[in-house]
């Protein structure tokens, strides 16, 4: 199971509630061992979740751990196997600003990315908690596990975008990235935009918590986590188009390497730009050598480009637009 604060907690692959007894556990697991084997029609993935999912609970001191709110994965021991009731640190709070070692150029950024989903995430966990509660660190891994599915998809995607910004900022000089930008309403901002020489791109960063699938140059994700989520990255990047009067030359997704099987894959057009679903650890490699398909851009369009988006860019405010 991945850190992620979507992610299905343990109680869940177990499919018992949070107070359940050790010894309810226990049968639970059982019972999931043998639903999900793959000898006896599961597979392995699911079979490897519910291992993973009773070393984080299976005996009092690491599940009084994970309770209290102590790392969703146990800590490697020296030996290469896992400490049980060690803390793993969860890098769910922003992180600080750390002084740049390296000295080679990076890209030209604007905006703030993961800002008006991490806002969002905070005034929805306090509203959640109740007027007059204490919410104490709103980062804590007991209470985001705790909170509504929507609750931790908000953060899930505001770490997802924070991830890919970090990546959009080692493509060097020559790349130009805007953040967070406003098409008419901050639920359906486009997270980034990203013009190089290879061409441009809009882009959504997500955090589903589970494998996406592709059907007919569609994603198909969890329940309650979108609806046609490439065809809304599509009516997005057309509004930006509009204003600004460039031409996109992709659009694509970018989720969690456990979340796709394969790097990438070019799902098919839309208005002419190429669209396509790629893993975090792929992005990097894609933008430099641009996607197949996607139209490049080079001399003084490229300069031309960059000044119309400056001019239209318009950024998701806190609380707003």
């Known amino acids: 199971m991945p850190d992620s604060p979507i992610s299905a907690t343990p109680y869940e692959v177990l499919r018992v509630p949070s107070t359940a007894t050790m010894d309810e556990l226990k049968v639970a697991y059982r019972r999931r061992l043998r639903e999900t084997h793959p000898d006896t029609g599961g597979d392995a993935v699911s ?6 999912a009773w070393e984080r609970i299976g005996t009092p001191d690491v599940r009084a751990a994970y309770d209290r709110g102590a790392g969703s994965r146990p800590s490697a ?22 002084q740049q070692s390296d000295t080679r150029p990076r890209a030209r950024s604007y905006g703030h990315p993961g ?21 104490g660190d709103p980062y804590d891994p007991a209470l985001v596990r705790s909170a509504p599915r929507d609750l931790r998809h908000l953060l ?15 493509l060097g000089i020559g790349f130009t990235v805007w953040h967070d930008v406003d098409t008419g309403a901050p639920e359906q901002k486009l997270d980034h935009i990203v013009l190089g020489p290879t061409g441009l791109y809009a882009i959504l960063s ?9 059907r007919k140059g569609e994603l198909i994700v969890p329940r309650g986590l979108g609806d046609r989520p490439m065809h809304e990255l599509g ?19 970018v989720v969690p390497d456990d979340e796709l099987e394969e790097s990438q894959l070019v799902l098919g057009s839309i208005r002419g730009a190429t669209t396509a679903v790629v893993s975090e650890s792929r992005l990097g490699g894609l933008l430099r050598e641009g996607l197949p398909g996607a139209r490049t851009i080079g001399g003084t369009e490229l300069f031309d480009v960059r000044t119309r988006l400056q001019s239209a860019v318009r950024f998701v405010g806190v609380g707003g637009s």
């Open 77 to 98: 021991a020296p030996s290469g196997g896992f400490r049980q009731g060690a803390p793993f640190e969860q890098p769910w709070a922003p992180r600080s600003r750390q």
């Open 115 to 135: 800002g008006w989903r991490r806002e969002r995430y905070l005034t929805l966990v306090r509203e959640w908690v109740g007027r007059g509660e204490s919410v």
């Open 206 to 214: 997500e955090n589903y918590g589970e494998a996406v699938r592709v």
């Open 47 to 52: 079979f490897s979740a519910v291992q993973e």
């Open 156 to 170: 899930a995607d505001a770490l997802a975008e924070e991830a890919t910004a970090r990546t959009l900022a080692d």
């Open 235 to 253: 009516v997005r990047a057309k509004v930006v188009a509009r204003a600004a009067r460039v031409k996109f030359g992709a659009l694509l997704i």
